[in-house]
């Protein structure tokens, strides 16, 4: 948009044109997203105000209905011919800048095929898409010549990458995950990627290779969506694969990185979900040692079939289990930051921490936060820091002397 003469409305100026991206995969989503509209409707009177996402995909004519909306966008591939009308003529491929944020994200494919019972997002995003990765590599090159350290791929269904273009093609010309990655660890460059949620079962041998072949490149970090450690849960929810080759695709990323981080998204209080069932839930994220567990109750949506469920667990069942979810996600997440203590990490520095003047936080590689001490000028740096400390909010790291940040080492056993 820049380049069609707009610029990035200040906060205190109204602004001339609002493109709101809305979400739909809660209903808590499709509220926020109408809540925004408002706002920017109040705050920017004259403005047009587009919107589009899988919210505006869903539900065109409420969104439609809301004030102050021009125009709803309601596929995607609608608009570079919406852009072309809004005056832009030369329309980008990519995105160059992030304002704001330390990380890029680079969406890299869209759609998902499956159909888990909880999920409005195939009926809002069906078809599969993959972005080529020659374009793709040219987004992330461009993003690193402007100061990213860290670009996080993301798509709807990640694993999925390359599936559409590789119909009808000899599967020695497939291209997959650990293809793009391969092309995207060349690159030139102070920076990592990371991955966001992936399935466990797309987890395959050669992506785990390319990611431990390339271990400052690619960050040790995955993020594998469980739901539920139960096998009849997971039947109910319409998962892929049960709770052991959920646990196998865990130790087959254990035994080839380095300590890493497994982070991952679980449902209590699915409809049916008996007492048992919650417990082994339980007992495979113990068993698995998540880095991060992102619990999340039930809530029915509406349109899909888990919502039409009769046996919905009662609320006070459902808030009993979150909360005991919530605390092992406490315990897990110390024993592996303990791990931690004594090695050298790859830290993004993001933003400074609040209430501690001359202290500077970001994210690790393996996913976790960590202080240290330092002033603005560490911002956005990728640096190399010793893990010497852990609290409730994360680790303390003291940053390395250059002469001892030698790949592999632990901060220890380089004299840190
Ligand atoms: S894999 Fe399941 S949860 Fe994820 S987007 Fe597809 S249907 Fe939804």
């Not at 596929?75 to 009308?85: A, G």
Request: charged letters at 25%; one cysteine or more.
């Amino acid at each position: 948009m820049l380049t069609a003469g707009y610029r990035d409305a200040a906060a205190d100026e109204r602004a001339d044109l609002c493109i709101v991206n809305t979400c739909t995969v809660t209903a808590e989503g499709d509220a926020k997203s109408r809540q925004l509209v408002r706002r920017l409707a109040r705050d920017n009177p004259a403005a047009r105000i587009v919107v589009m996402g899988c919210y505006a995909t869903r539900a065109p004519d409420e969104v439609a209905s809301l004030p102050g909306v021009t125009e709803v966008v309601t596929d995607k591939r609608e608009l570079p011919d919406w852009l072309t009308r809004a005056g832009v003529s030369q329309v980008p491929s990519g995105i160059s800048t992030f304002a704001g944020r330390q990380r890029a994200f680079v969406k890299v494919q869209d759609g998902c095929l499956l159909n888990c019972s909880f999920c409005i997002i195939p009926q809002v995003r069906p078809g599969l898409a993959s972005r080529p990765a020659a374009e793709i590599v040219a987004e992330v090159a461009r993003l690193v010549a402007n100061g990213y350290h860290e670009v996080v791929l993301t798509g709807i269904h990640l694993g999925h990458y390359g599936v559409d273009m590789n119909r009808g093609r000899e599967k020695s010309a497939w291209l997959r995950l650990s293809h793009l990655l391969e092309r995207l660890v060349e690159l030139p460059g102070e920076f990592r990627i990371r991955l966001s949620s992936i399935e466990a079962t797309e987890v395959t041998r050669e992506l785990v290779e390319v990611m431990a072949a390339h271990p400052r490149r690619i960050a040790p970090h995955v993020h594998l969506a469980l739901q539920s450690g139960s096998d009849a849960v997971l039947q109910r929810m319409r998962r892929r694969g049960g709770a052991q080759r959920y646990l196998d695709r865990c130790r087959l990323v254990q035994r080839a990185l380095d300590l890493p981080a497994i982070t991952t998204d679980i449902i209590v209080g699915f409809p049916g979900e008996t007492e048992a069932e919650f417990a082994e839930t339980l007992a495979l994220a113990r068993e698995v040692g998540f880095a991060k567990i992102h619990a999340f109750t039930y809530s029915p949506r509406r349109g899909t079939d888990a919502a039409r469920l009769s046996d919905q667990v009662p609320a006070a069942i459902k808030a009993a289990r979150y909360e005991r979810l919530v605390e092992l996600d406490r315990e897990l997440q110390q024993a592996f930051q303990r791990r931690l203590l004594g090695r050298e990490l790859n830290l993004l520095v993001e933003t400074p921490v609040p209430a501690r003047s001359g202290w500077m936080q970001g994210t690790a590689c393996r996913s976790v936060s960590v202080r240290v001490a330092g002033g603005a000028e560490l911002r956005r740096q990728l640096v190399r820091v010793a893990a010497v400390e852990m609290d409730a909010t994360g680790l303390v790291g003291e940053l390395c002397r250059p002469e001892a940040c030698e790949p592999g080492k632990t901060a220890r056993a380089s004299g840190l």
